[in-house]
């Protein structure tokens, strides 16, 4: 089972930029498709954006135009780049890993607070 532990949360001010890292203790090459997910306090956790083994892209309309997700497979590495943040955008972010078959692998999170 490959563990994710992402990193790279913190305190940003409205209209401030964070980039958020995945990082995978195997190949990233195995997962069929990664994604970010984020939860905030008292609600679900919500599906933000996919990036596919075949670089197909989709985004949360809460956050297109405004999060890249990217990948680096040598560094086995998931990305999320957040620009323009808003307050509504702070939450637990997470990725997570699919592989064919159904099984998938979870990271545990880091805290994004968007805040003046």
């Known amino acids: 089972q490959v563990q994710l532990v992402e990193s790279g949360g913190g305190l940003v001010q409205p209209g401030g930029s964070l980039r958020l890292s995945c990082a995978a203790s195997?190949?990233?090459?195995?997962?069929?498709?990664m994604a970010w997910y984020r939860q905030a306090p008292g609600k679900q956790r919500d599906w933000i954006a996919t990036?596919?083994?075949?670089?197909?892209?989709n985004y949360a309309d809460s956050v297109k135009g405004r999060f890249t997700i990217s990948r680096d497979s040598p560094k086995n590495t998931l990305y999320l780049q957040m620009n323009s943040l808003k307050p509504e955008d702070t939450a637990v972010y997470y990725c997570?890993?699919?592989?064919?078959?159904?099984?998938?692998?979870w990271g545990k999170g880091t805290q994004v607070t968007v805040s003046s």
């Open positions: 997570k890993g699919a592989w064919t078959g159904g099984r998938e692998s």
């Open positions: 195997g190949s990233i090459s195995s997962f069929f498709a």
């Open positions: 990036i596919t083994e075949a670089d197909r892209i």
